[in-house]
């Protein structure tokens, strides 16, 4: 079993940055796949990045290719999002999901995640 608790949202101008924590607990979060999605008002979850267990293999959608970085520290428990030149359409809660197989590839469809977290909110001003 895996909790997640997200830490880090908040509101910001277009432009500029936030980073996005998510710290997990239990025996096996060091060794499986992470990711981060994001649902804003009126859509559907939709992919950001993911990250396998060693950190060796990541992966971002279009939209965020260039601005966001997922990384992960297995000895804090830790999965961060960093994202930079935000902009309005960034605006959602995201939230960040985990594997429950262990050592296992990058993962980006949503029902391939098991475990998930309860999101934080993420606005950015124009």
């Known amino acids: 079993q895996v909790q997640l608790v997200e830490s880090g949202g908040g509101l910001v101008q277009a432009g500029g940055s936030l980073r996005l924590s998510c710290a997990g607990s239990g025996r096996t979060f060091r060794s499986v796949a992470m990711g981060w999605f994001r649902q804003a008002p009126g859509k559907e979850r939709e992919f950001v990045a993911a990250?396998?267990?060693?950190?060796?293999?990541?992966y971002y959608a279009d939209s965020v290719k260039g601005r966001f970085t997922i990384s992960r520290n297995n000895a804090k428990n830790t999965v961060y999002l960093q994202m930079n030149s935000l902009t309005p359409e960034d605006t959602a809660v995201y939230y960040c999901?985990?594997?429950?197989?262990?050592?296992?590839?990058?993962?980006?469809?949503?029902?391939?995640?098991?475990?998930w977290g309860q999101g934080t909110q993420v606005t950015v001003s124009s």
């Open positions: 999901a985990a594997d429950r197989a262990l050592y296992g590839v990058v993962l980006t469809d949503i029902d391939e995640y098991d475990y």
């Open positions: 990250i396998n267990w060693r950190s060796d293999s990541t």
